[in-house]
């Protein structure tokens, strides 16, 4: 069973900085991605980033190109957002997510709040 569990959400001031961490386990699969996703209170969930396994490829929302950036230990089965130079709209619960074989993201975190103040 793929776990996923997310930490090192917190509140900063805009400008700020956080790294968000995603321990993952249960899967044996080399053709996966895993991203970042994140929902504020009264939006829709948004997709902020992902890595796909197969071609080492990243995406970026245009919103945090430049300032985030995803990677990942495959040694620990850990994936890393780091966040810089937060703004207040970047504020929102944080979840990681995985798929598979390219289909869709069926496996989800418990979700990490960030809050940024201004």
């Known amino acids: 069973q793929v776990q996923l569990v997310e930490s090192g959400g917190g509140s900063v001031q ?7 961490s995603c321990a993952a386990s ?3 699969s ?14 829709e969930r948004e997709g902020v ?3 796909c396994s197969v071609d080492n490829s990243t995406w970026y929302r245009d919103s945090v190109r430049g300032r985030f950036t995803i990677s990942q230990d495959n040694a620990k089965n850990t994936m890393y957002l780091q966040m810089n130079s937060l703004k207040p709209e970047d504020a929102a619960m944080y979840y990681c997510a995985a798929q598979f ?11 990490t709040q960030v809050t940024v103040s201004s």
């Open 101 to 111: 074989y390219g289909r869709n993201w069926d496996y989800w975190g418990q979700g």
């Open 14 to 20: 805009a400008g700020g900085s956080l790294r968000l």
């Open 49 to 51: 980033a992902h890595w």
């Open 26 to 28: 249960g899967y044996g």
């Open 30 to 43: 080399r053709n996966y991605c895993m991203g970042w996703f994140r929902q504020a209170p009264g939006k």
